[in-house]
T-cell receptor, first 114, second 113 residues
Framework: NAGVTQTPKFQVLKTGQSMTLQCAQD?????MSWYRQDPGMGLRLIHY???????DQGEVPNGYNVSRSTTEDFPLRLLSAAPSQTSVYFC?????????????FGSGTRLTVV | LAKTTQPISMDSYEGQEVNITCSHN???????ITWYQQFPSQGPRFIIQ???TKVTNEVASLFIPADRKSSTLSLPRVSLSDTAVYYC??????????????FGAGTRLFVKA
């Protein structure tokens, strides 16, 4: 049981480049979300999804796009990378929408934009 | 969304009991209280969850007073490996549309030898 798998683990981008951070879970969880964590800070919610075909914005959605075509996958797209997007990105999933269900997090993607 | 307030950091020594308190004055009736632990370079890990009174598992205990406006995570006999950031989350059971889980800055616990 792999849980939540994020790829890549590390990435360096140039300003203006685009890329997709991958997130996959094999637990048949309905709810998936993306967070970013800046040094010494807590996690900020970027986008989330309550099921295949349904996504919504979190606290800091600007500059990011998501889609949820399958239950398993929830990729995060950076449209035009900026240095302000340098951060560690975490993907999380839970069985259902709602904080009463525990979240399982991936190991993170460390992104540097130069 | 219920906002939470936690101490920024705490220090302890090995073998001591550590209590981390979280304030959530505007907690809603259907909100649960959940605590996560995060080690450097890792994603947060679920520790414990409760709704009211006391919950205990193999890792920690969670104390919630009757008014539910605060909660206390208790870590018995901490070791160096308990050095981490601890997050308190408050959120509902998913009954409202557009649910968002908001993490605060957490409490940095440093355990000394």
């Amino acid at each position: 049981n792999a849980g939540v798998t994020q790829t890549p683990k590390f990435q360096v981008l140039k300003t203006g480049q685009s890329m997709t951070l991958q997130c996959a879970q094999d637990m048949n969880h309905e709810y998936m979300s993306w967070y970013r964590q800046d040094p010494g800070m807590g996690l900020r919610l970027i986008h989330y999804s309550v099921g295949a075909g349904i996504t919504d914005q979190g606290e800091v959605p600007n500059g990011y796009n998501v889609s949820r075509s399958t239950t398993e996958d929830f990729p995060l797209r950076l449209l035009s990378a900026a240095p302000s997007q340098t951060s560690v990105y975490f993907c999380a999933s839970s069985p259902r929408q709602g904080a009463s269900y525990g979240y399982t997090f991936g190991s993170g993607t460390r992104l540097t934009v130069v | 969304l219920a906002k939470t307030t936690q101490p920024i950091s705490m220090d302890s020594y090995e073998g001591q009991e550590v209590n981390i308190t979280c304030s959530h004055n505007n907690i809603a009736t259907n909100d649960y209280i959940t605590w996560y632990q995060q080690f450097p370079s890792q994603g947060p890990r679920f520790i414990i969850q409760g709704y009211k009174t006391k919950v205990t598992n193999e890792v920690a205990s969670l104390f919630i007073p009757a008014d539910r406006k605060s909660s206390t995570l208790s870590l018995p006999r901490v070791s160096l490996s308990d050095t981490a950031v601890y997050y308190c989350l408050v959120g509902d059971g998913g009954n409202t549309g557009g649910f968002k889980t908001i993490f605060g800055a957490g409490t940095r616990l440093f355990v000394k030898a």
